[in-house]
C-alpha cells in the first residue's frame, strides 16, 4: 500500500489515517512531499517541521513500514515506479482527484479512501497559534 502527504504536524487525525491505510495490506509505504514541494503547495512558512524529521517521526510508527521522500508536487511518478497493489487517500480526496490513480487501476490495483477525522487539520492548528493573544510583556 502507499500513501502521500505534507504531514507537516503530525496529529490524530493523520494518525488514524495512516492505521486505516495499514489495516487494507501487509505493506504500508508513506511518500512525503520535500521541504521545496511543501512551501510551493502551501506557502511561505511552510513546512513547520523540514522533511527529514517528517520523515523520521512517520517512519517511528508502528503502522508505517517505510518512507520516501519525494521532490515533485505530486508523488505520481513515485506511485508509477512503485506500482502499490492499493493506493490509499483520507476520503477527503474525491476519487477522480486522486493522483496516481490511473496508473495503479491500469496495473490491476485498487484505489481506497479512508474516513478522515473531522476537527484535524494541520492548516487550522497553526491559524489557532497565529491567532493566539501575544504573550504578555512583563519588566524585570
Not at 37 to 64: F, H, I, W
Not at 104 to 116: I, K, T
Request: aromatic content about 4%.
Amino acid at each position: 500500500m502507499f500513501t502521500n502527504g505534507c504531514f507537516d504536524l503530525l496529529h490524530p487525525g493523520h494518525v488514524a489515517t495512516l492505521e486505516a491505510a495499514r489495516g487494507l495490506g501487509d505493506v504500508l509505504i508513506v511518500g512525503v512531499n520535500s521541504d521545496a514541494s511543501v512551501r510551493e503547495l502551501k506557502g511561505d512558512g511552510r513546512p513547520m517541521v523540514c522533511e527529514q524529521e517528517r520523515a523520521e517521526v512517520l517512519a517511528a510508527l508502528e503502522c508505517v513500514d517505510a518512507v520516501v521522500v519525494f521532490n515533485e508536487l505530486t508523488p505520481r511518478e513515485m506511485i508509477a515506479a512503485l506500482l502499490p497493489d492499493v493506493l490509499v487517500k483520507g476520503g477527503d480526496w474525491p476519487g477522480d482527484q486522486i493522483i496516481g490513480r490511473e496508473e495503479v487501476e491500469a496495473a490491476g490495483g485498487r484505489v481506497e479512501s479512508v474516513p478522515v477525522v473531522p476537527a484535524y487539520s494541520t492548516t487550522a492548528i497553526l491559524q489557532s497559534i497565529r491567532d493566539l493573544p501575544p504573550a504578555p510583556v512583563t519588566e524585570s
